[in-house]
Structure formats: structure tokens, C-alpha cells
């Protein structure tokens, strides 16, 4: 929650500008903390809520336009968002901008940036706290009950995206952002140095995943509180929870035109954003061979653009499970179940290698067989029992699936190098042991391994302020969404020298 007032920190930054040599470097930050995980229980008012939501679901078609200079546009080419685990169930009717309509987003987006970015960054860090205050309160059970039902997540794995993550990165963006605003040079009187944190000059294209409907709210929301102008193009497999996510924002007092809601086919939005001479930034979260495609278009028209593009790119992994014999094995079997299954295993983060040592494989091998006995699959909306549902589709094979390695227990220092190079991916991992040297040893050999390295934990379920997140190597830019350096990637600071005084004599004493 915001504690403090907008106009405090007006007050706060006008200070800063007047403070005498300018010696102190922080402004006083925003307080805010995690987002509580609703537990549902039976009776409880937000499962109560919750079920109500889904209600009103059943048999709906929302219809979602194209939003472009703030007026909703549909295009000839209509598309259906249908629900994974109920194909009959058509929950969103959408249409695709052409490459025309996406010129228009992009002439609207830019004449809107000048005004925008010259907001201090206070006002705008307050539409994204409102933002999270909308989707905290009143507006929770809807984006819950649509990311279920367009998505096929289960109540918490919904809860833990569109309510818990979503509202951190607003909440937490806004806190980073007000809070570089104070980071700020030294100055050595009569000379007064600052630094202002501007957006990028043009505008920044995002591209966003079905799996979580709150990267999609970050990939385009991050950008827009550091005053960046955007063409979010959200998942046909997510149009529904994205597009109550952009009306939030707009409910927010986000205004119109700074981001450009451009349902698109890939292909055309990529051609289209990468010809442009005004693309800034790519926000993107998806596969390797998509982001390598926009990555090389960029570089075939390098000589158009007007400024040097920002790529920032997720694109998922391999992850891994490594287990020593000193490990608890009850963590073990509860973490990869929850790893390698949870959602499916369409989680980016999700465990899809599980190194096993010979000794205790045949005990984690049936504890993991009965407990996978007692998984349910179905309906997450009809049966809140449910684990996990039908995938998203019938493209990739992104899903629960888990290869499992048996190696002889004392070639541990092998298997880790093995770990390390099998496969060209480096986003999260785990290593589960109690033995402390062996801990010592597979942080140091798996350092490149994993963005984000878990020690006696699952793979997955990283928090935002707790656990920021990305991976390199194949996984992406590593530009750690959730933490505190993300916001700095979507400015382009200006560093201002003034000095009260006389220069005095252009001569160098020496000289005399």
C-alpha cells in the first residue's frame, strides 16, 4: 500500500533540488510489501467471491477490441480465445491490427510520449498503486476467474499470478522508480550535478506469454511508469485476463494513448515494430527462436533507428533438480511434484531434469509415483480439488514432463558438470543436500547454470522484492524483473552540470 502522499514527494524532490551542494542521495522510499496469498478455504468471503466470478463466466464471450488512440477498433481478421480445458467455451472474440492500424498505434503512442515523460515520476508511480489497489480489492475476483478459465490455472496458481505478482510489480516498480529518482551524483560547489531518469526516446514494443497474466502487465506496464510510450501485444491465449488487465490500468488514470492495446499475428507485429524508426525497446517473454527472429531483425535495420533498441528477453529453460544423497527426501518428492507439475509444467521456471542418486532413487521414485497417483487433472473453475488442467494448447510440447538422471552417488562432481552442460538453457535450478560442502561445491560448479538458484527448494515460485527474476544464456537478457534494476533498463538517464559562478580565466595556473 502507498503510505505517503504524491505531494510528499513533490516536496521531497523539491528539496532535493534545493539542498546546498545537493550532499544527500535518497529520497525517502515508497513502503510496500507482498501481496498476501489468499487461502480459499471453504466459506471464506474470496472463495465466496471467486465463485461468484466464475459464474458469470460460463457460456461468455467477452468481446475485446483493438485500443488505438484511445478508440476501440476492430479489424476484419476476428479471432477466438477458447478455454484449454473446454473447447466449447469461446471466452474471448478478438480481432488482429494490421499493419496499417499498427502504424496508427504507433503515430498515437509517440505523440503522447513528450507529455507523459515530462510527468514526474511520482504521479505515474500513482497509477500503477492505484492500479494494485484495484486488482487487491474489487477487481480481484475477475482477473482471478479469468486468468482460470482462459488459462486453465487452479485457484492458487491463479491467485499467486493475477492477484499476489501482478500487484507486487506494481507495487514494487513504483517503489524502485521513486526511489532511483533519488539516486543522484556527487556535487562539488559552486557546481551542482543531477541526474534525470527519462524515458526512451521512441517506443517500446511488448511482447507478451500466455502463461502468467501478470508478466503481461509488467512487460508493459514497467516501461510505461518509467515514461515510455507502448504497443503491448498481448497472447491470443491470454487476450482475456490481458485486456481486464489493460481496463484496470486505464480505470487506474493511465492515460489514453500511452499504451497501444494491439492484439496482432507475430510475424506482422515483429515486421511491422522492427521497420520502424522510432522503436526503442523490446519487452519480450516467450520462445528462443521468436526472440532470436526479432533480435535479428533489429540488427538488419540498425541503420534506420533513431536510437540504439533495448532488447530484453525471457524465453524459459530447462531447469533442473539435482539431489545429493544428503538431501530430505520429503522435499525433494514435495518440491519436483510441485515443480514439474504444478500449472502443468507450463511455468518458465518449471523442473524438467531430475538428478537423482542411485541410493535414494528407488524411494523418490515411489513416493513420487504414489503421490502422482493421487493428482487430480480436470475442470479447475467446477472442481477447486483440481492440481492442474489441460495445457494450452496443442502446439509445443511445454507441459509435465520430467527426464530423470540415476547417477553412481560418489560421481556427484561429475553429474553436476553434467548438469552445467546439458542443454543451452540457464534459468532456475535447485540443489537439494544438507551437506554443506556439497552445497559449497554446487553453487561454485552450477554458477552460470541458473539465473535464479534455489538450495533446498523448488525451482519455481520465485517472489517479486524477494526473488527477482531471468536467466541467461539461452533464458534471455537476465534483466531481473522484480528487482530493484529492472526500471532502470526502460530510462535513459541525462546527466545535468550547472555551475554558479564566473569560470574565471580560460589560462591554467601552471601556464603563468
Known amino acids: 500500500m502507498l ?16 539542498a546546498a551542494g545537493l550532499r544527500w542521495r535518497h529520497v525517502s522510499s515508497l513502503q510496500v510489501a507482498n501481496e498476501p496469498v489468499l487461502a480459499f ?9 471467486l465463485q461468484k466470478a466464475l459464474k458469470e463466466l460460463k457460456g461468455r464471450t467477452e468481446a475485446i477490441p483493438c485500443v488505438v488512440g484511445d478508440e476501440e477498433v476492430w479489424t476484419s481478421d476476428v479471432r477466438y480465445q477458447v478455454s ?64 482460470m478459465v482462459g488459462q486453465g490455472k487452479t485457484v492458487i496458481q491463479a491467485e499467486i499470478d493475477a492477484a499476489a505478482e501482478l500487484i507486487d510489480f506494481f507495487r514494487f516498480n513504483a517503489k524502485f522508480a521513486v526511489e532511483l529518482e533519488g539516486e543522484q551524483p556527487l556535487s562539488v560547489p559552486p557546481s551542482t550535478n543531477s541526474v534525470l531518469y527519462r524515458g526512451l526516446e521512441g517506443f517500446v514494443a511488448a511482447i507478451s506469454p500466455f502463461n502468467f497474466t501478470a508478466i503481461g502487465g509488467n512487460l508493459a506496464g514497467a516501461p510505461a511508469l518509467m515514461g515510455n510510450v507502448v504497443l503491448w501485444k498481448p497472447s491470443d491465449t491470454a487476450m482475456l485476463a490481458s485486456y481486464t488487465v489493460y481496463r484496470v490500468l486505464r480505470e487506474a488514470g493511465l492515460p489514453p494513448n500511452i499504451i497501444q492495446f494491439v492484439p496482432a499475428d507475430g510475424p506482422t507485429f515483429g515486421d511491422t515494430v522492427t521497420s520502424s524508426e522510432h522503436l526503442c525497446g523490446i519487452n519480450f517473454t516467450g520462445s528462443v527462436p521468436t526472440f532470436k527472429h526479432l533480435w535479428k531483425q533489429v540488427a538488419q535495420n540498425l541503420d534506420r533507428f533513431r536510437t540504439f533498441p533495448r532488447l530484453a528477453g525471457e524465453c524459459g529453460g530447462k531447469n533442473f533438480h539435482f539431489v545429493h544423497r544428503s538431501a530430505d527426501v520429503d522435499s525433494v518428492v514435495s518440491g519436483t511434484l510441485r515443480s514439474a507439475f504444478e500449472y502443468g509444467g507450463q511455468k518458465c521456471s518449471a523442473c524438467s531434469r531430475l538428478y537423482a542418486p542411485r541410493s535414494l532413487w528407488p524411494q523418490i521414485k515411489g513416493r513420487l509415483l504414489e503421490e502422482l497417483g493421487g493428482i487430480k487433472v480436470g475442470d479447475p473453475a467446477e472442481d477447486f480439488g483440481t492440481f492442474f488442467s489441460a495445457v494450452i494448447d496443442a502446439k509445443e510440447i511445454f507441459g509435465p514432463v520430467l527426464a530423470v538422471y540415476v547417477y553412481p552417488d560418489e560421481e556427484y562432481k561429475e553429474t553436476l558438470r553434467l548438469v552445467d552442460s546439458t542443454g543451452s538453457y540457464g534459468l532456475t535450478g535447485a540443489v ?68 554558479r559562478g564566473p569560470l574565471g580565466d580560460w589560462r591554467y595556473p601552471y601556464m603563468q
Not at 41 to 49: F, K
Not at 97 to 109: C, F, M, P, V
Open 41 to 49: 478455504t471453504q466459506g471464506s468471503p474470496e472463495r465466496g467471491a
Open 84 to 147: 484449454p480445458f473446454n473447447h466449447g467455451h469461446k471466452v474471448a472474440k478478438f480481432c488482429y491490427a494490421d499493419k496499417a492500424l499498427l502504424h496508427r498505434a504507433i503515430g498515437a503512442a509517440l505523440a503522447a510520449r513528450k507529455e507523459w515523460d515530462l510527468k514526474p515520476v511520482v504521479d505515474r508511480a500513482q497509477v500503477f498503486l492505484k492500479a494494485a489497489d484495484l486488482l487487491s480489492g474489487p477487481r480481484r475476483a475477475e482477473v482471478l476467474a479469468k486468468t
Open 3 to 18: 503510505l505517503r502522499s504524491a505531494a510528499l514527494y513533490r516536496a521531497l524532490l523539491a528539496r532535493r533540488g534545493r
Open 432 to 499: 537439494f543436500a544438507q551437506d554443506r560442502d556439497v552445497l559449497r561445491e554446487a553453487t561454485e560448479l552450477l554458477r552460470n547454470a541458473a539465473g535464479n538458484f534455489y538450495i533446498n527448494d523448488k525451482s519455481t515460485g520465485s517472489v517479486v522484492g524477494q526473488q527477482p527474476f531471468g536467466g541467461a544464456r539461452a533464458s534471455g537478457t537476465n534483466d531481473k524483473p522484480g528487482g530493484p534494476h529492472y526500471v532502470l533498463r526502460w530510462t535513459s538517464p541525462q546527466v545535468i552540470k550547472e555551475t
